[in-house]
C-alpha cells in the first residue's frame, strides 16, 4: 500500500464543508492516513464520531492540529483570526494549513500573523454548497465538477500548493490559482450579491401584510422560490463573508443599485425597448456558462 | 366513448406554454376532439405541424377560432388587445376564452371590451414554467403539481369557470381563483421582482471589465447561475409583463430597495447582528414553502 497524500489530518469545524471533506477522506483512504477532528460544539463532535468521520473528535482545536501534516480550517470566516492565534503555536514545522473560506484578502490578512515562518499557509474556496448546514448536510460529492481556487500568498511553497491542489483535485474539484483580491471581486458578483439580494427580497416578503405574506407563500413561483433556497443559507457564515468583503460587496452593490433604477424608470415610462434590449442581453451570459459547463 | 371536456379547441400562440398545452391534450384524447393551432410565425405553425400537435396551424387566429368551443390565448400580454379585437367577433356564442397571461388586471382589461356577450371569458394565469422559449421547449407535465390561478370578472359564468378547472386539473395542476388586482400583487413579489433582479444582476455583469467577467462566467457560483438561468427567459413575455402590472411592480422595487439599502448600511458600518438577525429570519419563510410543496 502506497502511503497516503497526507499522514494525519485534522479538520476544524465539522459544518457542511467539513463534513463533506471528511467524507471524502472516508471514501478514499489513500488521502489521509489518520483524520481527527475539532469543532467547538459537543454535539457536533458526538455527531462526528456516530458518522464515523473521524478517528477523533473534540472542541480542542490546539490539540487536534498538534503532529498533522494538514489542518483544514472550515469554519465562518469571522472565526479564522482567533482559531489562528490558538493554534498557530501548536502547528508543526513543515505543516500545511489551509482553510475553504469564501473571501480570501481579509483571511490572509488575519490569519498570517499568527503562523511561524515553517508552517505552509494555502488558503483555499471549494465553490460548492448547499443550502443546509451541519455535519449531518455534507456528501461526498459535494465538490465534483466544481472549482476550488487557492490563493496562495506571494512565496508560498510551490510543493504545498501542489499538495492542497492534488487533495481537491482527488476530491473532484479543478483548482486554479488567483489573487486574492481578484478572488474576492468575482465572489462578490456571483456568489456575494446574489446571496444579499436573495436574503433581500425573502426578507421584504416577511415584512408583507399578513394575506398577502401567506399568498406568497402558497403561490411561490420560480424565481422567489430560488431566492428562498439562497436565503436559507447558514446566517453566521454569511454574516461574516459580508464583513469582511465590505469594500467589493459595497462597490457591486452600488452598480446594481444604479441598474435597477434605470430599469426602474424604464417600467416607470413604458419604455419596452430599454427592458427588451436588455432581457435579450443577459440571454448570452447565460450561454456563456452553460458552455463552460457551470449551468 | 365518452364526449370530450371541449369538442374543438383552439391554441393561439405555440410558445412554451402554448405548446405544453397542445401535449396535454395529445397526451389525453378525453380533454379535446380536435386541436387547431395558429401563431404569427409560419416556421413556428410547420414546426406544430411536425411535432403532431395539432390537426391544424396557420398564422390566421381569426380563422382557427371559428367554430372552437375553447379559445387559449398564449402569447405575450402585449398582443393580447389587439389579437382579442381580431378573434372577438369571430367567437361563437357560447365559446368559452381564457389565456395564460403573469398580469391579470390588464389583460381582462384590455380584452373584455371586444368580446360579445354570449362569450365566456375565463382568463387563466399557470405558474409554471423554464427559462426555454418556442415550440420545442413544451412538455406535458409543465403543469403538473404546480397553480394554476383563475381570474374570472364579476358576473363570468360559474359552469364556464369549472370547465377551464377541470381542464388545468386534467392537467395536473391545482385551481385557485382569485381577484385579478391580488393575484397582480401577489405575483409581482413571487415573480416579477424576482424576474427583474435576475435580469438587473446579469446585466451588471455584462458590463465588467472584460477579464473580470470571463472569471465571472468561468467560476459562476450557485446564487449568480440560478439567476443567469431566470434571466434567460423570453425578453418579449417579460418586457410586456413589466408594461402591465407597472405599479405593483414599481411599488415592490420600492420596498426591496429600501430594505437593500439598509443591509447596504449594516454592511458599510460593520453591522454583523443586523445582518445575521435578517438571516436567520428569511430561513422561516423557507421552511413555509417546502411545508406548502412548492419547493
Redesign the interface.
Same mark, same amino acid.
Given at each position: 500500500m502506497t502511503a497516503p497524500l497526507f499522514p494525519r489530518v485534522a479538520i476544524i469545524g465539522l459544518g457542511l464543508i467539513g463534513s463533506s471533506l471528511a467524507r471524502c477522506f472516508q471514501a478514499d483512504p489513500t488521502l489521509a492516513g489518520t483524520v481527527v477532528a475539532a469543532d467547538r460544539s459537543d454535539a457536533v463532535c458526538a455527531r462526528v464520531l456516530d458518522l464515523g468521520l473521524a478517528a477523533e473528535a473534540g472542541t480542542d482545536a490546539a490539540a487536534a492540529v498538534t503532529g498533522a501534516d494538514l489542518v483544514i480550517l472550515a469554519v465562518p470566516i469571522?472565526a479564522c483570526a482567533a482559531l489562528a492565534a490558538e493554534i498557530g503555536p501548536r502547528l508543526k514545522p513543515g505543516a500545511i494549513l489551509t482553510d475553504v473560506g469564501s473571501v480570501k484578502e481579509s483571511v490572509v490578512r488575519d490569519m498570517l500573523p499568527h503562523l511561524a515562518a515553517g508552517v505552509h499557509f494555502v488558503p483555499g474556496h471549494p465553490?460548492a454548497?448547499t443550502?443546509h448546514s451541519g455535519p449531518d448536510a455534507g456528501f461526498a460529492s459535494l465538490f465534483q465538477g466544481r472549482?476550488c481556487?487557492l490563493t496562495p500568498p506571494a512565496g508560498t511553497d510551490p510543493d504545498a500548493v501542489e499538495r492542497v491542489a492534488t487533495l481537491w483535485r482527488r476530491c473532484g474539484s479543478m483548482v486554479?490559482v488567483m489573487e486574492p483580491g481578484?478572488h474576492d471581486?468575482?465572489?462578490a458578483?456571483?456568489?456575494h450579491?446574489?446571496?444579499?439580494?436573495?436574503?433581500?427580497?425573502?426578507?421584504?416578503?416577511?415584512?408583507?401584510e399578513e394575506h =398577502?405574506q401567506s399568498?406568497?407563500? @402558497?403561490?411561490? $413561483?420560480?424565481?422567489?422560490?430560488?431566492?428562498?433556497?439562497?436565503? +436559507?443559507?447558514d446566517?453566521?457564515m454569511?454574516?461574516?463573508i459580508?464583513?469582511n468583503n465590505?469594500e467589493a460587496?459595497?462597490e457591486?452593490?452600488q452598480?446594481?443599485?444604479e441598474?435597477?433604477?434605470a430599469?426602474?424608470r424604464a417600467?416607470?415610462w413604458?419604455e419596452?425597448e430599454t =427592458?427588451?434590449a436588455?432581457?435579450? @442581453?443577459?440571454? $448570452?451570459?447565460?450561454?456563456?456558462?452553460i458552455d463552460?459547463k457551470? +449551468?
Open positions: 469571522g465553490i454548497g443550502e472549482w481556487i486554479e481578484h471581486r468575482v465572489l458578483i456571483t456568489s450579491l446574489p446571496h444579499l439580494i436573495a436574503y433581500t427580497i425573502v426578507g421584504t416578503a416577511t415584512d408583507l =398577502l399568498a406568497v407563500i @402558497r403561490f411561490s $413561483a420560480s424565481g422567489f422560490r430560488d431566492f428562498t433556497r439562497i436565503a +436559507a443559507s446566517p453566521v454569511w454574516r461574516d459580508f464583513l465590505r460587496v459595497l457591486i452593490i452598480r446594481f443599485t441598474d435597477l433604477t430599469l426602474q417600467i416607470r413604458g419596452g =427592458l427588451e436588455l432581457f435579450t @442581453r443577459t440571454r $448570452a451570459i447565460r450561454r456563456g456558462i463552460a457551470q +449551468a
